[in-house]
């Protein structure tokens, strides 16, 4: 049996494949899909692959502070969001690093600016690896 990760509700998560470290998350037991908020989405296509190029803020306390991303572009899925609005969404697939584990996920790229956190980790992105203590916050990186 794999020994699995307990992590608190909130954790500072790495997207290496993006250059993002650090980022503050808000783990979501609720949530299906995990979702990264991103600004000025660009979709584009180059040697017949799907490409996505956006803006994000590693830093929710620096937001002048910006990191220019392009990855290609997994999926369009329709998301139905906490208030109840469907939206199509772009769906990356990139490594997910917390702790000294990493494994790769399915993020959606939304627009979470009325959020306090920057991405949302859902159960999908848990996948079997982790145990949520609700009570707890960044238990693996105080």
């Keep these: 049996m794999n020994q699995k990760m307990i992590i ?12 993002i470290t650090g980022l503050h998350t808000r783990v979501d037991t609720g949530a299906k899909t995990s979702s990264l908020h991103v600004d000025n989405l660009l979709c584009s296509e180059t040697d017949g692959e799907s490409y996505v190029e956006f803006d994000l803020h590693p830093d929710i306390y620096h937001l002048e502070e910006i990191v220019r991303c392009k990855t290609k572009l997994k999926a369009s899925k329709r998301i139905k969001s906490s208030n109840g609005e469907v939206e199509t969404r772009c769906v990356i697939e990139t490594m997910l690093k917390i702790g000294d584990q990493q494994w790769l996920i399915d993020i959606t ?23 949520v203590d609700p009570a707890g916050e960044f238990l693996l990186t105080r």
């Design 8 to 19: 608190g509700n909130t954790e500072a998560i790495c997207l290496p494949e993006l250059g």
């Design 109 to 131: 790229l939304s627009n979470r600016q009325d959020m306090t956190y920057m991405m949302l980790l859902g159960r999908q992105g848990m996948s079997d690896k982790v145990i």
